[in-house]
């Protein structure tokens, strides 16, 4: 009997489109890299001094977390995270020139003034006392915000094995001391009145901070680890559990949206949330290691991602209203060239982190995420989520149906590996109209080799992951990827980026975790500084001598404490456009990405344009919830603007 042609061609049909992909795959990977005189070229564009960070005296240093006994052989996996830090303008001069640092060494908070800026104290630690507190929690991250909106910054701290505490500033202009900051709880919490923490088991490792409602105000969404259980506890019960999946677990401690409900300054500051059921349960418990938010659809009510480390990576549709925050579920949709893994919402990859930016130079938001991408060992792709959505509303539509307005192209634009990477920042750190991106990199750091053995755990069944015992040793001592630097993506003006962290110097192959992003000088040139799991963290000042211009816009709503200058407009987006037709879109940002926060400035690198003003387009709530837009010119330089139903510029400080 002979086949039928079309018979034969439909059987074919399944192998041929392997050997597209197969062949696809292998293109794409030889893409041709950077030369050395290219690189070269490249770096000659940037100059960073890394500057010691000065911290307190005396404090401990360890090198490993005491854990539950049934993790005590993993003990070097559970003790990789919690290395964090921020940096914001914490005394109001209305320079972003403050730090807080989470030094895992000594699971201590710690502020200290950025080094090459001009504000001089002494660094301090900060406690939650008189909060009740036990042995069997440390800091995970520490998140800048006004969260009262007196127009002073506070800082919300998050742990594992206790709900986060709000340190509620105080205001004043005297050098910073610990007493400014008065510890407050964001979840209500049962005291026994014998100093003893006794609240829920929280193992937070990721924080957002919006307003997701409209209302006009900042709420937080707190995203949890492992589930609610004892996980530093020496003495904690048995029964413990790990991840019942590598790609889709849903057993994690879960998401919880606050919303923002009353609030007062003065000197006993404070502040009330209420929680609300926004997202589905059976989205919302994956293992959560980084979130971030972005309005996609032009509404002003921001889109969330979440990043799971185990579990579908999620991106959630706002739907809310003033008074309830509503999140909806969408993901991306697949074709017959992309596999499943790299399909938003579908993914089997391990999210470490997420940041929104404009990396296209598309006027839309796009999105940039950490996975593990280490040669011979886990090797995956970072996701670069470019946003397909011709405008705003094209975006809604395809929200609205379900859809992610997101395909992948880390590995057309050079950025799909790096190494084990966490926290990301997108800047214009030489001001020439593109962004660069940083990235954090390392999991463990040791003398003994123990990628095989997590290479087996990767490959064995799922139902065995959930018991600790199944997992292969992870003890002092043991190496996983723990000898990677940073990476530094700078664009090659060919579609591709090059990571030229080395050419810059920016070898410390300590293990990284957050990064935090700001002008600490207030000179146009964006610094960075880098957190670093059981080592010293590093800053990198900028500079570089032959910048382009920028504009700077710090954004700001009226505050309550006269004081102040006035409190950071979350949410608001701006549109900027040059005079040669190039558009850019930022917002500010109130709080995303794994453990590393920026600074709430909104800055644009311009190029070359001398006294030539830009197109500026401000979007923003008011604090009554309106929302606002303004278009005007704008010169290069910084501003301080107010936003109420008008633009008006302020004096900074």
Known sequence: ??????????????????????????????????????????????????????????????????????????????????????????????????????????????????????????PFVLTPDPLPTHRAMAPMGCVP????????????????????????????????????????????????GDGVYDGKLWNTNAVAIADFDGDGHADIGVFNYFPDSQVLDPDGRAGM???????????????????????????????????????????????????????????????????????????????SEPGRIRFELVEGKRDAFTP???????????????????????????????????SWGLEESTFVWRNIASSPESAGEMLRAGRAPYVNEAAERNLAWSGWGWDTKMADFDNDGEVEIVQTNGFIRGTLNRWAWLQELAMANDLMLRNPQMWPNSRPGDDIAGSQPIAFWTPEGNGRYADLARELGMTDDTPS???????????????????????????????????????????????????????????????VRTPDGRVRLAQLDGGGGHS???????????????????????????????????????TRGWHSLMLTDQVREVKAS
Request: glycine residues 10%; aromatic residues 8%.
């Open 1 to 122: 009997m002979v086949s039928h042609p079309v018979g034969v061609l439909r059987r074919l049909i399944p192998v041929l489109t392997v050997i597209v992909l197969v062949i696809a795959t292998y293109l794409v990977a030889r893409l041709p890299l950077a030369s050395p005189t290219e690189r070269a070229r490249l770096a000659e564009r940037f100059d960073f001094t890394e500057l010691p960070i000065i911290l307190p005296d005396g404090l401990p240093e360890r090198s490993v977390r005491t854990v539950n006994p049934e993790y005590q052989h993993i003990r070097s996996w559970v003790s990789s995270v919690g290395a964090a830090v921020a940096i914001n303008d914490l005394d109001g001069g209305g320079v972003p020139n403050d730090m807080c640092l989470v030094d895992t060494r000594s699971d201590s908070v710690i502020i200290t003034p950025a080094p090459g800026s001009a504000n001089v104290y002494q």
């Open 145 to 192: 915000g006004d969260f009262n909106e007196d127009g002073w910054t506070d800082l919300l701290v998050y742990y594992w094995g206790r709900t986060p505490v709000l340190f509620m500033n105080r205001g004043g202009r005297a050098p910073l001391v610990a007493e400014r900051f008065r510890p407050t709880e964001l979840v209500p919490t049962r005291d026994r």
């Open 241 to 319: 559990q790990m991840n019942h999946s590598m790609s889709r677990a849903r057993n994690a401690g879960g998401a919880h949206i606050l919303r923002r409900t009353a609030a007062q300054g003065g000197d006993e500051p404070s502040v009330t949330y209420t929680e609300q059921a926004a997202i589905a349960p059976a989205v919302a418990s994956g293992w959560t290691l980084g979130a971030a938010s972005a309005d996609l659809d032009g509404d002003l009510l921001p889109e969330l991602y979440l990043a799971n480390d185990f579990g579908n990576d999620r991106l959630f549709h706002n739907r």
């Open 340 to 374: 499943k893994s790299l399909v938003l919402g579908h993914d089997s990859f391990k999210g470490m982190s997420i940041e929104f930016g404009d990396l296209h130079g598309s006027g839309r938001f796009d999105a940039f995420v950490s996975n593990i991408t280490t």
């Open 513 to 575: 975790r957050g990064v935090a992003v700001a002008d600490v000088d207030g000179n146009g040139s964006q610094d960075f500084a880098v957190a670093r799991q059981w080592g010293r963290p590093s800053f990198y000042r900028n500079t570089a001598d032959s910048l382009g211009d920028f504009l700077g816009l710090r954004l700001y709503r009226p505050a309550s404490s006269p004081d102040a200058i006035g409190t950071p407009a979350y949410n608001a987006q701006v549109r």
């Open 596 to 634: 590393g926060k920026r600074s709430f400035d909104v800055v644009f690198g311009l190029g070359e344009i001398g006294d030539q003003p830009v197109s500026v387009e401000l979007a923003w709530r008011d604090l009554d919830g309106v929302r606002h837009t303004r278009t005007q010119q704008m």
